[in-house]
């Protein structure tokens, strides 16, 4: 059997979904957690049942590609049942799409959720009367405790082996008889869910009249005889879909009337009310909010804890012994093969490829998981979604709406899911702007490259530095949004609904789940491409074009000579007219595959060959941090880190990209818009810097 989870955006659908397959879906406080349908197994004492969780949606008539995947799911493929999740604390609202589904054949269930937070707000819901009313099993849960859970999996396993009658509130009402000839008409000709395709047809639904006109010329003419003859009220004038929509929700106030007590005590601010006096403050809104961001770049990256010399921040330290343990392994790695007579090449290949490549990115795995920490309290605690509010009117001016700043934040995690969230936005103006401005967000791939400059080239200003290059990514997404909006891309932005949630202690569990999704992808990345990519380098770095052994990393290497030709295009940008130069042109190279491959190759290419009694000394990352000290001046280096921070953020944002945009054109476009900005924020920063004698 199949069940589908369908209900508005914020409902708990992910969270049911989790509690139902034992799965670690993310659940989020914000619309566009699920933009696609997923798919588990629900283990259940008399079978599994197959549970798919659909895209949260307010309603069957498709506006957003979530609702034509919702809506797509219901009609054609239907499931054995639909599971219905509606949230009790916002009953009215999540009632809208109910009627909707009320209208399909499928069988139906309601799950009443977060009935422990309408108990905690005084609301007292009575679901044998509310489904009395709507003639269906209604069952009370709380998907985050579990309550009611299995009572509502045994009610589904019932109702769907029963069938159902479909059912509209558009019978009840003044246009009851024309809809029912239109039902009947299409009953007749054999359709399938002829109640919901008769609504849909009567809201005129561009999709349905589409397809009907393409199916049945005759039919459609009948049906606009019929849709004439109807007489709506003065204030609705022609709008059926308004006239609809008046229908479903005087059904729905007079039955939800009919099946709650108590009320919310409106007048009263609750604790997150009064939070959000000061969070969300007009004025201290943003600047507050780009405080915090600071402190958790000053807690991550700082060299000066607190701004006391020479105490390292929680960041800095741990970063610093995972480097030691590094170094370790890598000096037990080279004294083992040394005393087992290892080939020369064995040595170079395992200690100064894979293990120099790798453990300059490992290395800066405790900031990255500290960093992912403070921004998963942030998010878990609501306060993410008051930062979405605070950023929608500031974003409006950019041609984006608050709601572009949800999957931007996941930017800063990885881009392609964020680009696949970017589904989100209604316009898909916005979704092809959202998508080309992602890479300008800083993702966690692209941290060791700021941790590792930060500390060779601004030691006494890491944090700040870290938080220039973030802050000073979103400053080139809003120029380049501006420019767009005024040229390319123009339209309406959409507006922005969310509701904001209270907000609550982040839970342990969630926190480290979020953090083991970053460390596992880390490590796979890591364990396989990257250390593929470093025996790749390190062959190339050490061998020339008739394939022997050359001296390590000289400019006579396969490599060298790659980097030496494409130099001169990066010669205008700072950081590749000086000797040796072409390593950091390969390492922007590597980059474009896979940010973390910027430092790994820079880890194999300046590494001066390891030997015994060098490791005794220094450890390996101190090494590269003093090499890139000799080679970049801070000028250089900011060059380097913007064209690193803009261009092509890596293959696998490439591909997702193509998969959103649906078009070779438009992804050239955006790759070309990606480079382009790149290559010319470098070139200013670098030219204007020179100009203004700064080095
Ligand atoms: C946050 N009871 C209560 N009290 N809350 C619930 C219940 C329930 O039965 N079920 C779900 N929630 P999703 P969609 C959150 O994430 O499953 C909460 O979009 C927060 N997160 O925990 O994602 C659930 O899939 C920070 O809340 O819904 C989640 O349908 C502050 O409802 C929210 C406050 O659940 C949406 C809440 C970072």
Redesign the pocket.
Known sequence: MRFALA??????????FNRLTGGAAR???W?G??VDKKEGICKYSAGAIAIV?LP?IYSLSPYTPEEVVARNYIIEENPELVIN?VDATNLERNLYLSTQLLETETPLVIAL?????ADSEGLKIDPQALSGELGVPVVP?????GRGVADLIETACRSAAASRKASSVLEHSAMGGEFRQIVNLLAEKEVEHPVFHAVKLLEGDKLETDELKNRSGALSEEITRIKSAIKLDAELENDFAAAVADARYKYISGRVRRAVAGSRTADKLTASDKIDLVLTNKILGIPMFLFFMYIVFHLTFSNSFLWVEGLPSPGVWLQGLTEDFMSFLSAAALRLLTEREAAEWARGLLVDGVLAGIGAILSFLPQILMLFLFLSIM????YMARAAFLMDKPLRRFGLSGKAFLPMLMGFGCSVPAMLGTRVLESEKERHLAIMLMPFFSCGAKLPIWAMFSAAIFPDSADLAVFAVYTGGIAVAAVTAVILNRTVWRGETTPFIMEL????MPGARSLLLHLWEKLKGFVVRASTVIAGATVVIWFLSNFNLSLSMVEANSAGSILGLLGGAVAPFFAPLGFAGAEDSWKAVVAVLTGLIAKEMVISTMGILYNPGIEGDALADENAGALLTGKLAEVFTPLSAASFMMFNLLSIPCMAAVAAANAELRGFKRLAGVIFLWLFTAWSVAFLIFNIGSFIGWR
């Open positions: 209900g508005n955006p914020n409902s708990g659908k992910t969270t049911l659940v989020g406080n619309p957690v699920t969780d949260g999740i959720n977060m009935i422990d937070a849960i709380s998907a985050l405790t998010e878990d605690s609501g949630p209270s907000y609550r």
